[in-house]
């Protein structure tokens, strides 16, 4: 009988842990801002990471939070994705090889931490065309 007590003991606290666990997993995403938290944007939209994208007015209105995604679409035979510093994006300068990621697949997904992120496309003339984004993420 006494065995029998403790294992109701044990199951009552498993189910009283399995129910705190629940409650807390429901308040962290019902929490303010938690639907904007892990959002995936497709930047350009339908238009794609494209020299035909006004990105300024693309960003228009737009609050990134960390854990956002960017999905840069584009055709590899004309361009890529290069993810600078705030200088690389002024000069539209990528940086030498190894210094700064250089996405060529097509469809590159980017998490996004918080701070502001600078990204030109690397062809020649395309980003002087204002194909760079700069993105700042709380």
């Known amino acids: 009988m006494a065995g029998r007590g403790r294992g109701s003991a044990s199951s009552v606290a498993a ?13 962290a ?12 944007y497709l930047v350009g939209d339908a238009a794609g990471w494209t020299r035909n994208v006004d990105y300024g007015q693309w960003l228009a209105g737009k609050a990134f939070h960390a854990g956002d995604t960017l999905v840069f679409k584009y055709n590899t035979t004309y361009h890529d ?21 250089v996405y060529r697949t097509g469809y590159d997904a980017v998490r996004l931490p918080a701070g502001t ?22």
């Open 117 to 138: 992120h600078y990204f030109i496309c690397g062809a020649p003339g395309h980003c002087q065309a204002g194909m760079k984004l700069a993105v700042k993420v709380y």
């Open 15 to 27: 189910a009283l842990l399995c129910a705190a666990a629940a409650v807390l997993l429901l308040a």
């Open 29 to 40: 995403a019902s929490a303010p801002g938690a639907e904007a938290a892990g959002a995936t």
């Open 81 to 101: 994705v290069a993810w600078v510093s705030k200088g690389g994006y002024r000069r539209c300068v990528v940086s030498p090889k190894g210094r700064a990621p």
